[in-house]
């Protein structure tokens, strides 16, 4: 099947041909899956399915993971000022993208969608088509100079004023060997003073380790992480509080209950003086 592609080199309407995989479960259709979307396929429900099977929380996981991102950009946006995201693993549109949240509590502000995934790219484009503060490009997060070097992302986003770069949901899935702690410091270094980084990813704890068997055969292996791990990649910023934490517990804004303890995805903003 194919899914249209912007050409980078063209205008907003350029479309070119991108390859849909439709015999690999894709981590970003799965992710759908979990969060009850249609945007997938047999491939993808029954390799979610196994995951459910050994994890049976994580559809909570998931929607917990949404609502950490939803209150996080409605943080940056409301409270600091923020009016340029960078959100790198977009994921399929759901309720409450990155741009909607930003944009109502700041009209102006402006969001470059970043995924390798080219159903999500394809629903991005479309639901994005005639909004002017955004720009959806096909991207790696294990490519970061390709992403902050691209002229259509550097035409939306001035990297000399305070940026908010999102890296929700991704970072579990790149691998030791590819150096997530160097790809970090390379948009920590490339973003202004005032910026935020703001990070999930899913914890290493026995909830979750049995599940990660079913990832081998994804686009992407589930790559779990300690909670000293994943605030490393914090390292040189100045983490908001509460710090780096269970995202249900990231300033919630209502009761915490029982089953939200559940959720082993952590979650924190860093913030570069
Ligand atoms: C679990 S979803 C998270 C979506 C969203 N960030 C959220 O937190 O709700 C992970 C997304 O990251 C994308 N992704 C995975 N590896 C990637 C990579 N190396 N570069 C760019 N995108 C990637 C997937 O295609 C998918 O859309």
Redesign the pocket.
């Known amino acids: 099947m194919e899914a249209p592609e912007r050409d980078p080199g063209q205008g907003s309407q350029a479309v070119v041909p991108g390859h849909l995989d439709l015999d690999t479960p894709?981590?970003?259709r799965m992710?759908d899956y979990y969060l009850g979307g249609k945007d997938n396929l047999p491939v993808d429900r029954e390799c979610a399915e196994e995951v459910i099977r050994k994890t049976p929380h994580v559809r909570l996981m998931?929607r917990s993971?949404?609502d950490f991102?939803g209150r996080a950009v409605r943080f940056l946006a409301g409270e600091c000022g923020i009016t340029q995201f960078l959100?790198?693993?977009?994921?399929?549109p759901?309720q409450g993208n990155v741009h909607q949240v930003a944009q109502q509590a700041c009209p102006r502000a402006r969001v470059v969608y970043?995924?390798?995934?080219p159903l999500?790219l394809a629903h991005a484009r479309a639901l994005l088509a005639d909004n002017p503060n955004t720009h959806v490009m096909a991207?790696?997060?294990?490519e970061p100079w390709h992403i902050l070097g691209d002229p259509h992302v550097r035409g939306v986003l001035n990297f000399g004023e305070p940026v908010a770069v999102?890296l929700?949901?991704?970072l579990h899935?790149?691998r030791d060997s590819e150096d997530p702690y160097a790809i970090v410091e390379t948009f920590v270094r490339a973003m202004a003073p005032g910026s935020y980084l703001v990070i999930?990813h899913a914890e290493l704890h026995r909830d979750l380790k049995a599940a990660t068997a079913a990832y081998d055969r994804a686009?992407?292996p589930a790559v779990l992480r300690t909670l000293v791990e994943v605030a490393g990649f914090f390292d040189g910023l100045q983490l908001v509080q509460p710090g780096v934490v269970y995202v249900p517990l990231w300033r919630p804004d209502g009761p915490v209950f029982t089953d939200d303890l559940r959720v082993r995805i952590l979650g924190g903003i860093g913030h570069k003086r």
């Not at 959100?87 to 399929?92: E, F, K, Q, Y």
């Not at 991207?139 to 294990?142: A, E």
């Open positions: 894709s981590v970003a992710y998931a993971n949404r991102l959100d790198i693993g977009t994921g399929l759901t970043v995924d390798n995934d999500v991207g790696d997060l294990r999102l929700c949901a991704i899935f790149i999930s686009s992407a």
